[in-house]
């Protein structure tokens, strides 16, 4: 009986304590409709372990307006105690009071932040030195608030830029509209909010699980993931996000990954690829997850193959991204039939790589098609990874001509390179993964 006492004792100690930790993770909660903050709220502390300081700066205001920037943004911008209470978790539900954005397409919001034709960036320097086309993005105040991308991008930068190690989530909005049109208003503003946010890599909250699959973040305990096999690109090879990986989550790595790898083979004889980084498994490994991480250095699929998915998957034919990855989980599952395998999409961290600056969203698109058909689940780094920036050329180097490039090899506040994460940038892809591996499914 006295041991039955001491245990429960000690039980009740340990949550008392667990929600006074709860209860000191600050966060900031801003929202444009005060008909439902106070629910928000009252989940964030109650379900969460967040303790959410209601900035009521924006009732009623608007994301949006024809040219230039929004009073109601303006405001935002403008506040100054904004970084007094130092918040770990950033939550915006803007929007709510806008109308639809009438061209809210991928390519309509990638013409609103980027600048056509490209200019011209140096890669390396010295005899590696290489000049080729990027995608730059408008100067700031040519960035109008006309549709959804320009003003959350202009809010979420601005946050990122003075509370840098915030953890940001948009929240989905909502009214109480209760015509069928006015749904569907609620539904089509959503799915353009949800296209902004992964644009910028930022994960979009449409309900508690959303949220709740990352209290590990705030709540500081430690998953135990067991062991990890990991097949991928340079992102693996350099090992900035693994090595955040074992500092938040206990873990065993067997790390495969090779610098420039594909997902897919080539007709070529390329021979770097993550199918043939299954000539290197370790002989005796029994790995709890294996994570595919590829596709960065690809290109997309086009629509008539994509549509031939199925078939391709079921003949393994390995120059598309369905038949790669169908051969990959084929070989792994054989050989580790008990292991839990993931697709790993590519994020939007290497715009100033390239003039199609939103090719990550397209073959992530892709990947988790192919990953459906296959059935095996998704951890979306395009989606949730908090890397994408924007190269606008904040060093002020060269003009963007052949004669005068910008300089690419200058490090930002999340990679060392513009391409790859540096330890920052490695967080936030090692908290997205443990968020995913530990949701409930």
């Known amino acids: 009986m006295h041991k039955i006492l001491k245990y429960i004792t000690l039980s009740l100690t340990l949550f008392c304590l667990s929600m006074i930790m709860r209860a000191q993770t600050p966060a900031l909660f801003i929202s444009?409709?005060?008909y439902v903050a106070d629910s928000w709220r009252w989940m964030f502390s109650l379900e969460m372990g967040l303790t959410p300081e209601n900035m009521n700066i924006c009732f009623d205001c608007k994301l949006k307006v024809n040219h230039g920037v929004s009073d109601d943004v303006a405001r935002i911008l403008a506040n100054n105690t904004l970084t007094d209470k130092n918040p770990r978790v950033i939550l915006l539900q803007l929007g709510c009071n806008d109308s639809v954005d009438a061209m809210g397409s991928l390519q309509e919001y990638e013409h609103s932040l980027f600048d056509y034709p490209f200019g011209k960036v140096c890669t390396k320097t010295g005899t590696m030195a290489r000049t080729k086309n990027i995608a730059v993005t408008k100067d700031l105040t040519r960035i109008t608030n006309a549709n959804f991308a320009g003003s959350l991008y202009r809010v979420v930068n601005h946050f990122r830029t003075i509370l840098p190690d915030s953890r940001?989530?948009?929240?989905?909005t909502n009214n109480y509209g209760k015509t069928d049109k006015d749904i569907e208003m609620v539904q089509q503003r959503n799915e353009q909010i949800k296209l902004v946010a992964q644009m910028l890599c930022v994960p979009f909250v449409s309900d508690a699980n959303d949220l709740l699959k990352y209290n590990f973040v705030w709540n500081h305990f430690r998953p135990n993931l067991g062991t990890m096999l990991l097949i991928g690109d340079s992102y693996c090879f350099t090992r900035k996000w693994t090595g955040e990986l074992e500092k938040?989550?206990?873990v065993n790595l067997i790390n495969l990954g090779k610098t420039s790898a594909t997902l897919?083979?080539?007709s070529n004889?390329?021979?770097?690829?993550?199918?043939?980084q299954l000539l290197r498994l370790p002989v005796s490994s029994e790995?709890?997850?294996i994570l595919i991480e590829g596709g960065i250095n690809d290109d997309p699929d086009i629509d008539k193959v994509v549509e031939n998915y199925p078939e391709h998957i079921q003949n393994l034919k390995r120059t598309n991204f369905g038949g790669a990855l169908a051969y990959l989980v084929k070989q792994l599952r054989n050989k580790y039939p008990k292991a839990k395998i993931y697709a790993v999409t590519?994020?939007?961290l290497y715009y100033g790589h390239t003039n199609t600056p939103f090719?990550?969203?397209?073959?992530?698109?892709?990947?988790?098609?192919?990953a459906s058909i296959i059935g095996i689940p998704t951890i979306d780094w395009d989606r949730e990874g908090r890397l994408s920036f924007v190269f606008n050329n904040s060093k002020g180097t060269g003009n963007g001509s052949s004669a005068s490039p910008f300089i690419y090899n200058v490090p930002s506040l999340e990679t060392g390179d513009l391409l790859h994460p540096n330890e920052r940038g490695g967080r936030y892809l090692a908290e997205n993964v443990v968020a995913e591996l530990s949701k409930k499914r």
């Open 248 to 250: 938040i989550a206990y």
């Open 346 to 348: 590519p994020g939007g």
């Open 32 to 34: 444009d409709n005060k």
């Open 168 to 172: 940001i989530f948009i929240l989905a």
């Open 264 to 266: 897919k083979e080539r």
């Open 359 to 370: 090719d990550f969203i397209i073959k992530a698109n892709q990947i988790r098609t192919a």
């Open 269 to 276: 004889g390329h021979t770097n690829t993550l199918g043939n």
């Open 287 to 289: 790995p709890d997850y």
